[in-house]
């Protein structure tokens, strides 16, 4: 296959490399089902086409401690501290995926059924809604001074996608 052609130069002529860096990071999921919707989202709502990628099983939830995950957040979230401050980083969009309210279990991010493998879609949303807003209560730990919003991908029984904003969410 093409993409797998050792040596093989492919020349990309309408594309200029800029030392310019983005000032946003996108922290998602590696869960390449919901790209095309994300790009979509980032571009289309928010107006970010520009951007630096933390891409990772979990996406936002790595950075979270739930679960088991003790050490591997710690170390996630050093990580990221370290691209926030190497790129300069104004700005960091958490993203989260699951099931809406009345979606299947089946479009849960795969990394919460690791870590939660008996939580039910509540019990998983809730679990996501309170991993944002310890994140976001503790930015200064892995975001430095950077603005922190986050959204969850939603998948519904249909299929359908919408993104939700769970910067401004309590969890229960």
């Known amino acids: 296959p093409p993409w797998a052609r050792g040596g093989t130069s492919i020349s990309l002529s309408n594309f200029r490399w800029t030392p310019a860096r983005p000032d946003t990071l996108v922290v998602a999921c590696s869960d390449g089902r919901l790209q095309e919707a994300t790009d979509e ?7 970010v086409d520009r951007y630096d990628r933390l891409y990772l099983p979990g996406g936002a939830g790595a950075l979270a401690a739930t679960g088991r995950d003790y050490i591997r957040a710690m170390q996630v979230r050093k990580e990221c501290l370290y691209l926030v401050e190497l790129h300069r980083v104004g700005r960091i969009i958490l993203l989260f995926h699951g099931p809406s ?9 795969a990394d919460y059924r690791r870590k939660l493998p008996w939580a039910s879609v509540p019990i998983l949303r809730t679990r996501q809604a309170q991993d944002a807003v310890e994140l ?4 200064d730990e892995w975001a430095g001074d950077a603005e922190v919003a ?3 991908c939603e998948v519904d029984e249909d299929g359908r996608v919408a993104f939700v904003n769970l ?5 229960t």
């Open 136 to 139: 976001l209560e503790r930015r």
């Open 101 to 109: 309210a009345t979606g299947s279990i089946d479009a849960a991010c």
């Open 167 to 171: 910067s401004t969410t309590r969890a």
């Open 41 to 47: 989202f980032l571009a289309g709502q928010l107006g």
């Open 150 to 152: 986050a959204y969850r």
